[in-house]
């Protein structure tokens, strides 16, 4: 846990300092800043070295340092692979050198931050086993005396010519393979409610939509009371792909979600769905009218869950060990997916976790019950991170002592707008 304490000393009155004094000053505390990282990447090392991550309940030092500093997950992967480039350490019985111990010695000394270091790392770690050790130390040696003055563009630069030089013939071509198909989808939501779908995918995948849709896009026959389709191609298309998935919603073939059947669950409080007034919330979408969601009631399933004055879900079915589908789907409406602070895995990637552990008897009720996803579920079981449902009824994480002595409850407000 980073300390909140002021320091001893205040701080200058910067507004009075020259111009030269304060860049001399900020230049001072960056070489500080440089160092100091530095010396964390030595403690990194050692950390990981001696299998602290494990003893604390974390799978990953950087999944620990995402919680004991509140830094991105990417920001701590790259500290620790900048840690293990720069510093000797133990792999079991096996002790690894460093990739960049000249580099290492720079940053020591504050000369060398992130941004000059990351490449000198990536241009030693490109080269091969056949170039000899004296020329890696050349090589590095050149790169770090130019990254004291030269900024991430230079190195990179340099660092090219670098592999060039020593490795002139580069990697040893290959038979080129198929490439494999990429596909990639996303979903857009409008401000006028409409929602939109971006793809990219392959040709044949683009082949067999279009085949599927066609038959289901051919203009409707002219009666006499609509007379002609006036649909335009893409109306006929989009219609024709609104009925292809819900015919795909009713393939057995289709995965299922936690046992039960591919669904979408509507929350609409009773007395919206009788008058059609109102709002009601559509799973993995957003707020619909109630008018949209008496539709929907006509075509679906209806899922009675009983709700508290401010909302919460209280009880959908009687206790047994596993969570039913009802109580996943009313966990999913309370949390709305991992509820561990700070993460935002969805809640089909979500286990049910008894906070009184089934095996202390712990019952299978919703008020016992927490949705958490894999990383977390590890976390639980095997740290001193602690979960409680509050007296809102929403549940609530308490941080070991070390994290956070005063052991402050805390949420996860990715899911939902509540503190």
């Not at 990282?37 to 001696?50: D, K």
């Amino acid at each position: 846990m980073i300390s909140t304490e002021s320091p001893d000393t205040a701080a200058p009155e910067w507004w009075r300092c020259d111009k030269d004094t304060l860049l001399l000053a900020y230049v001072a505390r960056e070489r500080e800043r440089r160092r100091l990282e530095a010396e964390q990447g030595q403690i990194l090392t050692e950390i990981e070295s001696r299998g602290v991550k494990e003893v604390t309940g974390y799978a990953t030092v950087p999944g620990m340092l995402v919680d004991w500093v509140q830094i991105k997950h990417s920001e701590a992967k790259a500290r620790v692979d900048r840690a293990r480039a720069l510093n000797p350490r133990q792999d079991g019985g096996t002790r690894i050198p460093a990739l960049a111990p000249h580099a290492a010695a720079a940053a020591l000394n504050g000369d060398l931050g992130a941004a000059q270091l990351d490449p000198i790392i990536a241009a030693l770690g490109a080269l091969p086993p056949t170039v000899s050790a004296e020329d890696r130390e050349t090589g590095e040696q050149i790169l770090v005396n130019l990254a004291r003055t030269a900024g991430p563009r230079q190195i990179s630069h340099a660092a090219k010519n670098l592999r060039d030089r020593l490795d002139p013939d580069g990697c040893e071509p290959k038979d080129p393979d198929p490439a494999e198909p990429r596909h990639e989808l996303g979903f857009v939501s409008h401000r006028d409610g409409t929602h939109g779908i971006k793809i990219k995918t392959d040709a044949e995948t683009i082949a067999r939509l279009k085949a599927t849709l066609d038959p289901l896009a051919k203009p409707r026959p002219a009666s006499e009371e609509e007379g002609r389709d006036t649909r335009s191609q893409w109306e006929r298309l989009g219609d024709a792909f609104a009925t292809f998935v819900r015919i795909g919603m009713g393939n057995p073939d289709i995965p299922s979600q936690a046992g039960d059947s591919v669904h979408v669950v509507v929350t609409v409080g009773l007395d919206e769905l009788k008058t059609g007034i109102g709002r009601a919330c559509l799973d993995l979408v957003g707020d619909i009218s109630a008018s949209d969601a008496r539709l929907l009631a006509c075509d679906c399933k209806v899922i009675p869950v009983t709700l508290g004055s401010h909302g919460e879900p209280l009880d959908v079915g009687r206790a047994q060990r596993l969570a039913t589908p009802a109580q996943r789907r009313a966990l999913a409406i309370r949390d709305g997916g991992c509820a561990f602070p700070g993460c935002d895995a969805p809640p089909q990637q979500c286990t049910a976790h008894h906070i009184v552990f089934w095996a202390h008897h712990g019952e299978t009720r919703i008020d016992n019950l927490v949705l958490v996803c894999g990383k977390h579920h590890r976390l639980i079981h095997n740290s001193d991170w602690e979960v409680r449902i509050a007296s809102d009824g929403y549940p609530e994480f308490i941080p070991p002592a070390f994290i956070d002595p005063a052991r402050t409850p805390r949420r996860n407000n990715l899911h939902t707008t509540r503190t």
